[in-house]
């Protein structure tokens, strides 16, 4: 992207373990770090106006999580394993440690945040705080589904489905599936979203390739990422750091779940957070509320 929201950042790739994650860094070189992590189905733009808000106070790391945007989007592997949060939480540590950074604040939202999640489990040393928006924890939002909850997240239950029967069937019409699913859960339309932000999105999910990591990242959430939360649970590992959980009013986590408690569940640490005048993408719908948020939490 061209667009001065991204003026003062540099993009590039930057390979892990074989894997090419692109990343767009900027911000204070002398700043603590910040890990801005997306979620689906978008890419590292989804920041752009919090970001610019942010890189007078932060160095900020914005990645493609792999399978999304312009990063690498191997093919899946049996089990779903190269998909699974830990997986992407290993990418993304690895590359703030390239970056030379070893403890860092870390915001992420929607799959991005089961990311963050994962990694403030399984690299708990790098992690100095994290905000979660719009989640509620995985294991516990599939152990509670109900019709209310599968009418509503949908493509929990579609993405899921054997290859290659949902990415056939998004393929026929990749840029009308895209945009319903920017435009729900609460968030009123794409209004708020700007025609190069769309653009963005639609650029790298209009692909097979593309349309196939997605498929897999939500089959890694429902099979090895359960698997992963069940072990955690049962070994009493909790998050260790204080946590800020933001969520939208009119999104699906507010009305079916309690994400605060939810949260302060799976923390020993402090959790504080609360409901939001907004939909799903609440980083779009109210970046100048989110970037105060985030910069208030991240001191």
């Known amino acids: 992207m061209s667009s001065p929201w991204f003026d003062g950042f540099t993009a590039g790739f930057h390979e892990i373990d074989g894997l090419h994650l692109h990343a767009r860094i900027g ?87 089961r990311v963050a999640h994962r990694l403030a489990l ?33 493509h929990w239950f579609h993405l899921i489905q054997p290859h290659p029967l949902p990415e056939r069937m998004i393929g026929a019409d990749p840029r009308f599936y895209q945009r319903a699913k920017l435009g729900g859960w609460g968030s009123k339309g794409t209004g708020y979203m700007e025609d190069e932000a769309l653009a963005e999105y639609e650029r790298c999910f209009c692909r097979p390739e593309a349309i196939h990591a997605v498929c897999e990242d939500y089959r890694a959430s429902a099979g090895i990422d359960l698997e992963h939360d069940r072990a955690s649970r049962a070994a009493g590992q909790r998050i260790a750091c204080d946590t800020r959980v933001l969520w939208g009013e009119r999104g699906v986590v507010n009305a079916l779940f309690d994400p605060l408690a939810l949260w302060q569940a799976q923390c020993s640490a402090a959790v504080s957070g609360h409901v939001m005048p907004a939909g799903h993408y609440i980083a779009e719908e109210l970046p100048d509320e989110t970037a105060r948020e985030l910069r208030g939490f991240f001191v």
Request: glycine letters at 8%; aromatic letters at 10%.
């Open 122 to 154: 399984d690299h708990a040393g790098a992690v100095r705080r994290l905000a979660l928006l719009d989640i509620a924890p995985t294991l516990d939002m599939y152990e509670a589904t109900d019709m209310r909850f599968a009418s509503a997240y949908y």
């Open 27 to 113: 911000g204070r070189a002398d700043a603590p770090a910040m890990l801005m992590l997306h979620g689906f189905p978008q890419t590292h733009a989804m920041w752009h106006r919090v970001a610019q808000q942010l890189a007078p106070h932060f160095r900020i790391v914005l990645p493609d999580l792999r399978g999304y945007g312009d990063s690498d989007k191997p093919r899946g592997e049996a089990g779903h394993a190269n998909y699974s949060k830990r997986a992407m939480a290993a990418d993304v540590a690895a590359l703030m440690r390239s970056l030379g950074h070893e403890r860092y604040f870390v915001a992420g939202h929607d799959r991005g945040a």
